[in-house]
């Protein structure tokens, strides 16, 4: 058809599948296996629905006060987003705006490529080295800007910050953004760099650590100069963005420090435990900083195993994309959850 000619074509980005199984044990998209804190089901209670007659705040001032609390950053240097997704494509757009590439590594969150498609910006992958870390040097040349997600995903790969130092300073004339969407597993935020350079957006999430990926909430911290471009951006799209019970219950979430820390102290703890079992198993993986192992074995192939946990209703993730096409992502559950995986795993390795 003709008017098919006008249309922005895209390929858009896969999400990891969201099967709705009784008994399933699901490790594919790297969600909290635990709830959010109590606070949060209280504050459900006893949400006054009157409330929702009016537009919800456009600065989602609960969520921004909670934020700068937490952080000790001025608000002014907080946005506030549906989702990290939401954040990094407003922070595409705004800043990723010149006919240079912008810079990010070969093998990273699969999302970045799509956005740069969608809004047409020119870019450059650079092929992680042979351990899975990045290479410093490479986003030392001339770019349009520079997205790394530290830890990174799919590798669970932290790099340190003094690399991240380095490689701001030589990108002093671009917007260089850190997606630290699983920074709290282990991992050394860059957030204290946004006092320093006021070219750099560190970029969280409540999905993962905070347990609440169905709430849809993220958030970014910048120079004051850098969160305006984004609210500028934002503003001209679509204000009422995050709705009101998302603004308090996601308040209620940040301001339970210590339900927050013993549940990540669980994961984290989950999560090396693991790491040994499956060493013992054979399995080789990156020394992941995140709330998941990307594993590969050296007799099993990833999709033959990955289908054999799915016919057990346990779902792990695999990515087609080459280097990787023989790992497996599989998310850090409950200790009952992995011990059943585990348990799967070994039977099927020892069959072989
Ligand atoms: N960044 C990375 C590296 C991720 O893995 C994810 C999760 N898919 C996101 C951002 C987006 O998470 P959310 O939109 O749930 O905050």
């Not at 006893?46 to 937490?70: C, G, H, M, Q, V």
């Not at 699969?110 to 969608?118: M, P």
């Not at 910050?161 to 597993?185: M, S």
Request: hydrophobic letters at 40%.
């Amino acid at each position: 058809m003709k008017w098919e000619d006008n249309v922005r074509k895209v390929i858009p980005y896969v999400p990891g599948e969201q099967p709705n199984k009784e008994n399933m044990i699901k490790l594919n998209t790297n969600e909290c296996p635990y709830p959010p804190t109590p606070n949060v089901k209280k504050a459900v209670e006893a949400f006054d629905t009157e409330k929702l007659r009016l537009y919800p705040d456009t600065n989602a001032t609960p969520l921004a006060d909670a934020l700068s609390d937490y952080y000790h950053v001025d608000k002014k240097q907080i946005f506030i987003g549906v989702g990290s997704d939401d954040v990094l494509a407003i922070a595409f757009m705004t800043f990723f705006n010149s006919n240079k590439k912008i810079l990010f590594p070969d093998i990273t969150y699969s999302f970045y490529d799509v956005w740069a498609e969608l809004y047409r910006i020119p870019y450059q992958v650079q092929p992680l080295d042979e351990e899975f870390k990045i290479r410093r040097e490479d986003y030392m040349i001339p770019n349009g800007g520079v997205i790394l997600a530290n830890p990174n995903a799919p590798t669970g790969e932290q790099t340190d910050l003094a690399t991240i130092e380095e490689i701001i300073q030589a990108n002093q004339d671009v917007v260089v953004i850190i997606d630290e969407a699983y920074i709290d597993f282990g991992g050394e935020s860059s957030l204290p760099f946004i006092e320093k350079y006021d070219n750099v957006l560190v970029v969280q999430t409540f999905s993962k650590s905070r347990a609440m990926a169905g709430l849809r909430v993220g958030y970014a911290f910048g120079s004051e100069k850098l969160i305006q471009y984004m609210n500028d951006v934002k503003f001209s799209f679509n204000s009422y963005t995050m709705n009101l019970p998302a603004q308090v219950f996601g308040a209620e979430a940040v301001k339970d420090d210590k339900y927050f820390r013993e549940t990540v102290q669980k994961i984290v703890h989950t999560r090396e435990r693991v790491k040994g079992e499956l060493r013992e198993l054979g399995f080789v993986f990156t020394d992941s900083m995140s709330n998941f192992i990307f594993a590969t074995h050296p007799r099993c192939q990833a999709v033959e195993l990955q289908n054999m946990l799915r016919e057990k209703s346990i779902y792990v993730r695999h990515f087609t994309k080459e280097r990787i096409d023989n790992y497996l992502r599989i998310s850090i559950g409950t200790d009952a959850e992995m011990d059943t995986l585990l348990g799967e795993l070994k039977a099927y390795i020892q069959s072989k």
